[in-house]
């Protein structure tokens, strides 16, 4: 029999903007709707797509509700440094725009548990408005601190006061800083924390949890690149094999992993190519991975056992992949 | 590519998904016994016809539900004469008037859409979070369907393996896969997302199998087939085949409805559409025993596979570049059941 040529790729639909509502300052809500009849792919909490905007590739959580198969929601802040992606979204897009999709992908998922702590910090709220759904309705006992610069900078804040005290708004012009090591103070047995917001806020949560919480508490997602600079030495070159096709390739100091993988005809996964989509990820069986995105947590990192290719390189000269 | 089959993986079932249980047809007035993810469960339909689903066990002593009777919209055990409402709450018992505190059986959320009786035997708060794929063809007007039920040996992971696997096909079942692909299969596309899989691939024209090519009436016709496959769930399969042929183009769509018995076991209710020759007996009775016996062989070889997971465990595998989507596949469980499982057990039932 001859060769099945395989390829692989994520699912991706061209958009229509049925809708555009100012839901705080500076941020817009897009409902975005599928025309063509097909129905768009189901979703859980936790997910984000793609939105090509011009030449750009940005990512945004879907806020909406993960049964309606004719439309998603997405709500774009706008950047004060901004790097042309929320720009594009407030400036170029209206009622009638059409956007290329390409997902939705999950690394953000939420895991079943009795009781959640939700942290948000800005337009951070966005991929934890399903999981609070999904919490409520699950008869979980949840509570969400929510933090901003100002109340009317706060999108979604009337939706959420309809949680009653589940829901704590702090303004930071009317309250300061949220007071993590109190909000975090109790790790109750099966609580998970949940957060999304800038990276000070991000890490801040980090912090905490390290020392006080159980290893796999806490579930956070970043939608900017860490900064994970390149050695001060260079990169170096090493080998790469991968076991299931049976090719050995070479990484150059100049050229990632993914693109070796690409350039030698194999397919795989990626899309933003800065190591925060989780697209590429990839199982490593053997190697020292130099990790340089913003998906996996300190202990995945750790295990050694995944990469994403787009990004991370190798220490030792040689990685092998389950690819 | 090579990988080890996680323990495990193909045991736990995830239960955050709509199942399909029975037919419309199948549930009436009379009480329905089914086993779906390790539990029992009583199907009945009420007067003003809804889909009633309750656990199929009463909360008094070890028996079904299923063997009492049903009065009004209540079923009574046909052991300790306990009465259940169709929320599942016991209302009255023979031998005192006032009824135990707490004595109710689980209710799930059910639904019905394109024929079929859908529960959803997860936590019930989250069924309304959740979608049921939609398959028009099987109510339609302009299709016709014939299909079976199996009970199959074989867990509902490696069903879907199977269905992932299209290059199976000519193996599996010569004689209804189209001409071209025996010699130059054309290129497959894998298309994925978070919760779902799509396999495309386009046949360039070559001569229409025989029976089909006598069900449209175009003898000696060429056809180029259009081949979609889509994992819409653990619950779900579907394939779409649409040939256009010279006088237009006829659409065929099998649906495949997997629910997982338990961790080994599954139902299999199997549906194979089309748009043409749909007044047709004969036609109907020639698609029955070909794709019968096609399922027949499906559900062997998949029996065959599941006894020597039993006998041996899990291996080590190798994977090929087509296997892409079966992995897919697994790995989409797999995710859904870490959501589900990593935290507190909710559901004690879980095989």
Not at chain 1, 23 to 35: H, I, N, Y
Not at chain 1, 129 to 146: F, K, N, Q, R, V
Not at chain 1, 214 to 220: K, N, Y
Not at chain 2, 8 to 28: F, H, K, N, Q, R
């Amino acid at each position: 029999m001859a060769e099945t040529r395989t390829t692989l790729r994520e699912h991706e639909a061209e958009l229509v903007v049925a809708s555009v509502t100012a839901v705080a300052g500076g941020v817009r809500e897009l409902r975005l709707a599928d025309e063509s009849g097909t129905g768009l792919p189901p979703w859980t909490p936790g997910a984000h797509v793609d939105l090509v905007l011009g030449d750009l590739v940005r990512q945004y959580s879907l806020c909406g509700d993960p049964t309606d198969a004719s439309s998603y929601t997405v709500a774009v802040l706008r950047e004060q440094e901004s790097r042309g992606g929320s720009a594009f979204v407030h400036e170029k897009l209206a009622e009638g725009s059409k956007v290329t999709m390409r997902g939705p992908r999950n690394h953000f998922p939420l895991v079943s548990a009795p009781s959640y702590q939700f942290i948000a910090g800005g337009i951070g709220i966005t991929p934890l408005l399903p999981m609070i759904a999904e919490a409520d309705a699950s008869g979980a006992d949840w509570h969400l601190t929510y933090g901003g610069r100002t109340r009317g900078s706060m999108a979604y804040a009337d939706l959420l006061a309809g949680y009653g005290d589940r829901v704590t708004l702090a303004p930071a012009d009317e309250v300061g800083l949220l007071d993590l090591a109190w909000i975090l103070g109790d790790p109750g047995s099966g609580t998970l924390v949940y957060c999304c917001g800038p990276e000070p806020l991000l890490a801040a949560v980090d912090a905490v949890c390290e020392k006080a919480w159980p290893p796999g508490a806490l579930h956070l997602e970043r939608f900017a690149a860490k900064a994970a600079d390149a050695p001060a030495d260079g990169e170096r070159a090493f080998e790469l094999v991968l076991a299931g096709s049976g090719v050995t390739l070479q990484v150059p100091p100049d050229k990632s992993v993914f693109d070796v993988i690409q350039d030698a005809g194999i397919s795989v996964l990626g899309s933003c190519h800065e190591g925060i989509c989780g697209t590429c990820e990839q199982a490593v069986l053997e190697g020292e991975v130099d990790h340089r995105d913003s998906v996996l947590n300190e202990s995945e990192k750790a295990a050694n056992d995944a990469m994403m290719v787009c990004v991370s390189r190798c220490l030792s000269d040689r990685l092998v992949l389950d690819l | 590519m090579s990988s080890t089959r996680p323990p495990g993986a193909a045991a736990a079932v995830p239960t955050d998904c709509w199942y399909a249980l029975a037919t419309s047809a199948e549930v009436d007035r009379r009480l329905l016994a089914v086993r779906a993810l390790g539990r029992p469960v009583l199907l009945f339909r009420t007067q003003a016809g809804g889909v009633v689903a309750l656990e199929d066990r009463c909360a008094h002593r070890a028996y079904p539900l299923s063997a009492g009777a049903l009065d009004d919209d209540t079923v009574r055990c046909g052991l300790c004469g306990f009465v259940y409402d169709s929320g599942g709450r016991c209302v009255s018992v023979p031998t005192q008037p006032r009824v135990p505190f707490g004595a109710h059986v689980a209710a799930y959320p059910t639904l019905e859409r394109d024929g079929l009786v859908w529960a959803w035997l997860g936590e019930p708060g989250r069924a309304r979070l959740h979608r049921v794929p939609e398959l028009p063809w099987l109510t339609e007007p302009g299709w016709a369907t014939v299909g079976g039920t199996a009970g199959i040996d074989a867990g509902f992971l490696l069903l879907h393996e199977n269905f992932a696997d299209v290059t199976q096909v000519p193996f599996v079942a010569p004689e209804i896969a189209p001409a071209a692909l025996a010699d130059a299969p054309p290129p497959l596309e894998v298309v994925v997302t978070e919760t779902t899989v799509e396999l495309g691939r386009t046949f360039p024209a070559s001569p229409l199998p025989g029976w089909q090519a006598q069900m449209l009436g175009v003898a000696d016709a060429q056809g180029a087939t259009v081949q979609r496959a889509f994992f819409h769930s653990p619950a779900v399969w579907t394939d779409h085949w649409d040939v256009e042929h010279g006088a237009g183009t006829a659409r065929m769509r099998f649906t495949q409805l997997v629910t997982p018995v338990d961790g080994r076991r599954s139902h299999l209710h199997w549906r194979v559409s089309r748009d043409f020759a749909i007044d047709d007996p004969a036609a109907d009775e020639r698609m029955h025993s070909m794709f019968g016996d096609y399922y027949e062989r499906v559900q062997a070889a998949m029996e065959t596979a599941q006894a020597v997971l039993d006998l041996d465990g899990p291996g080590r595998e190798v994977n090929v570049a087509a296997d892409v989507a079966a992995l897919r596949v697994r790995e989409i469980v797999r995710g859904m059941l870490a959501d589900e499982g990593q935290a507190f057990a909710r559901d004690q039932n879980r095989p």
